[in-house]
């Protein structure tokens, strides 16, 4: 069978809860910071943060804080034994002479209790030369102030497409960062053993970069450092590299004291401190056709990278590889850059970078639409891909009838047509209150583009009594990635899901893994879950043969049971089985592997087939929005996701629908404000707490929402069939997005472009809306 066929009666494909769901609910399930105060002697860290948002450290006087009752030590770069430095990229020292942001921490503090910890942090007495800061990405594009590689995605020559061009437009967007806001805040726990080894439970998504780093700060070599990744209580992103630094302080105070060290950020610190999605600006000229087709588009995008470059580059690829999202542009010329602000180092979260690139396009469509005279969906439909046609960056758009397909069973199920009817009479009758109701696309790539990282390992045992304990390199953030490997090796090897248990990630299990990240955390550790399983289930078909007198392709394993192909009957169980081949000396178990075949990418050149293949989707959002104060509801949203043939469809349910809702929240509630004055907290966060801070909770989801799955989506070439569900569904709350603009468009006349802000807040809604109105001359009031 190959990777994708399913074997009659799997366990893959079942609608069951997440493993640890109980566990959730019940307040069960362990986190990193859990496991600490089940530790003698621990140490609490806490950071000594600078008040500044660029400045010279010119002196750190510990004297006061190790006076303190419980105070036991202030880590200092003097006392790191290897590089100073939490980055991949060399230009994050983890003890900074220079601190590059407000609250970035210069020192830690190790205490008995965190109490005392947060006492001796005050109690150090750092003495600093403030330098001038950079906070907004138009300051820093204004200075010139830019990190990393400037790359240029390019095909064609605008300059024919504009020519071409019936109509051509400009415009500038601003897109809003987001915070994680994972509830589980950044954690580490670090001991060392009689032997001086290294192990540390860390709140992860990247366990092996995490043992890296902390290696090269304690200077050691990768295989005195274990890291273990339990679970998360949420990553979103901003856990592939964050993590890494405070992982390193707490290894660095263990090693240093010979006590255990726990460091866990309250949600204040979390949100001071680390990386958030990157705020991007765009500049952009689009030509369209008499038609509404794209002929050209010329577009550069600046993200504010924050302090240090860690994911930024990534980043940036991936949104210009997602400006086109489902359309096709002939002529396309795409400059990325980084700005360096005093800000945060912002970082992954969810769709990474691809949602900003796609939000510039859908932001330009849904803007040109009433000036080429065509309803936006309309415009959106004549611009997909069509069969046979390439992406900017060289690779076929595989599958492209499926976005088709997908739009038009979409329309049908949501009622598109006779809803938009509805609002129209709606918006005729209220002069008001006005609704919209918009639809927009997904396309999202499968695959890091960083080839190297598309692979995985896995470590299957089966013990003698059948029961099987399995292991892989991915890390469980409540994706539900655990449930759905459980389900792979139990389909692969043909027993109840009942047998199969899994333990936690750790590096010396399985190595040199990547981040579990790109959504492809089922397709790499799925293909090496299976991979580990049919090894297994090749040793136990030949014994069983034997026993059957069969050819061992002609063995089957299914449910428990091992018996003859075509007869069910005369077949033996498997615990039976197991227990014979152990007996023969068979390995029972294996270590798997997987690469994603058919990858390359020129990161240069911005060309090449980076992805395995695309995630599609498409989202109807209808709202309705106040005149008076620009609040406005979701009232309905209809989502249609590809997941080719869902591996746990419950999960992945879950996911579209925690996808839509996290992107609604980018898009029009969460707001970051930094304090851009010349005051004495410029740079501060200010929006650092939930407070402040509006996130997306119960009340703000859709008065109705459906949300279905691709049926008959069946995907070669991956495991089992299936498709990557993590981060595309996101990308579906564009749609609530247009729905406002939409609504606010609706005030004023027609026909007239309607710039909104992202993110939509109410305030943002309410100028937008407030324009629109202002077009039109006063009206006599109706109901
Ligand atoms: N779902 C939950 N519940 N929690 C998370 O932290 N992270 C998202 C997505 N879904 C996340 C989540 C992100 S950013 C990614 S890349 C994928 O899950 C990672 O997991 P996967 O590769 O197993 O899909
Ligand atoms: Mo997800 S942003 O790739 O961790």
Known sequence: MSLHERPAAAPVGEAIPHESAALHVTGHALYTDDLGVRLQNLLHAWPVGSPHAHARVTGLDTQGALALPGVVRVLTAADVPGVNDAGVKGDEPLFPTEAMYHGHPVAWVLADSEDAARLGAAAVQVTYEPLPSVITVREAIAAGAFQGAQSTLARGDVAVGFEQAAHVFTGEFDIGGQEHFYLETNAALAHVDEAGQVFIQSSTQHPTETQEITAHVLGLPSSAVTVQCLRMGGGFGGKEMQPHGYAAVAALGATLTGRPVRLRLNRTLDMTQTGKRHPFHAVWKAGFDADGRFTALEVTLTSDGGWSLDLSEPVMARALCHLDNAYFIPHVHARGRIARTNKTSQTAFRGFGGPQGMLVTEDILGRVAPL????????????????????????????????????????????????????????????????????????????????????????????????????????????????????????????????????????????????????????????????????????????????????????????????????????????????????????????????????????????????????????VTEVEVDGFTGAYRVRRADLLHDVGDSLSPLIDLGQVEGGYVQGLGWLTLEELR??????????????????????????????????????????????????????????????????????????????????????????????????????????????
């Open 372 to 619: 080429l005279g065509l309803d936006a969906h309309e415009l959106r439909r004549r611009n997909f891909y069509q069969p046979g046609e390439a992406t900017p960056y060289g690779q076929p758009v595989r599958h492209a009838e499926r976005m088709h397909d997908l739009w038009a069973q979409l329309l049908e199920r949501s009622d598109f047509r006779q809803r938009q009817a509805e609002v129209a009479a709606f918006n005729a009758a209220h002069p008001y209150r006005k609704r919209g109701l918009s639809v927009t696309p997904v396309k999202f790539g499968i695959s890091f583009n960083f080839t190297a990282y598309n692979q995985a390992g896995a470590l299957v045992h089966v013990y003698k009594d059948g029961s099987v304990l399995i292991n892989h390199g991915g890390t469980e953030m409540g994706q539900g990635l655990h449930t759905k490997m459980m389900q792979v090796a139990a389909t692969a090897l043909g027993v109840p899901l009942s047998s199969v248990r899994l333990a936690p990630t750790r590096t010396d299990k399985v190595p040199n893994t990547s981040a579990t990240a790109a959504s492809s955390g089922a397709d790499l550790n799925g293909g090496a879950v299976k991979d580990a399983c049919d090894q297994i289930r090749a040793n136990l078909a030949a014994v069983a043969a034997g026993t059957l007198g069969v050819h061992p392709d002609d063995v089957r394993f299914e449910a428990g049971r091992v018996f003859p192909l075509g007869h069910p009957e005369r077949g033996l169980d498997w615990k039976a089985l197991v227990h014979d081949a152990y007996h023969l000396r068979t390995q029972l178990w294996a270590a798997g592997f997987y690469r994603t075949p058919g990858l390359h990418w020129d990161r240069v050149a911005m060309q090449g087939e980076p992805f395995k293949y695309f995630s599609y989707g498409a989202s």
């Open 674 to 783: 930094w304090d851009e004055s010349d005051g004495p907290n410029r740079g501060r966060l200010q929006t650092q707490s939930a407070s402040t801070y509006k996130l997306p909770s119960f009340s703000e989801l859709p008065g109705q929402f459906n949300v279905g799955l691709l049926e008959r989506a069946t995907e070669t070439g991956v495991v089992y069939g299936s498709k990557a569900v993590g981060e595309p569904p996101l990308m579906l709350a564009i749609s609530a997005r247009e729905a406002l603009r939409e609504a606010c468009a609706a005030f004023g006349p027609p026909g007239r472009t309607t710039p909104l802000n992202s993110p939509a807040t109410p305030e943002a809604v309410y100028w937008a809306l407030d324009a629109a109105r202002a077009a039109r001359p006063q009206e006599v009031p109706g109901d």
